[in-house]
C-alpha cells in the first residue's frame, strides 16, 4: 500500500512544473484593481470567466504576482487595468479598450485582439515573465 502511495505522489509530482511569476509594469495611474488571467487554450481567451486561473490585485505602477503549482503545458496571459473596479473590461462604441491592457509575449495589435497564438508560452519549470500595459 505504502509503495503505491509513493508511485502516485511522484506520478503527480512530476506534472508540475512549478510557479508563473509575473511582473505587470506601464499602468498609468494606480486606481482599482489589475486582473490578471491564465489560459490554458485559444478557445475563450480574453474572456475573465473562462481563465484557468485568475488573480485580481490593487493597481500599483509596477506589480509582482505569481500562479502557483501549475502544470507543465502551453498558455497565454491577458492583463488588464479595471481603473473602475466593476468587473470589466470598459470598451468604447467601436469596442476598442478604454482601459490598459496586455499580454503574455506583450503582443501588439494595429486592429483587433490579441491571438492565444501570438500570446501563447510553454510552461516548462519556474517560469518568469514581464507584461508592459498599454492603452
Known sequence: MTRSIAIIVS???????????LHITGLNQ???DVQIGLYS???GFLHADRAYKKIIRKAKKSLYCRFKHI???????AVFH?????????????GIPKEQTGTSNNVLVHFG???????KFIHTGKTKLSIRLRQ
Do not use: Q, V, W
Open 11 to 21: 506520478m503527480t509530482i512530476g506534472i508540475y512544473a512549478g510557479d508563473i511569476h
Open 71 to 77: 502544470p507543465k503545458g502551453t498558455y497565454a496571459i
Open 113 to 119: 485582439p490579441p491571438s492565444f497564438e501570438k500570446a
Open 41 to 43: 487554450r485559444a478557445k
Open 82 to 94: 479595471d481603473a473602475n473596479r466593476n468587473g470589466i473590461l470598459d470598451k468604447n462604441f467601436l
Open 30 to 32: 494606480p486606481l482599482g
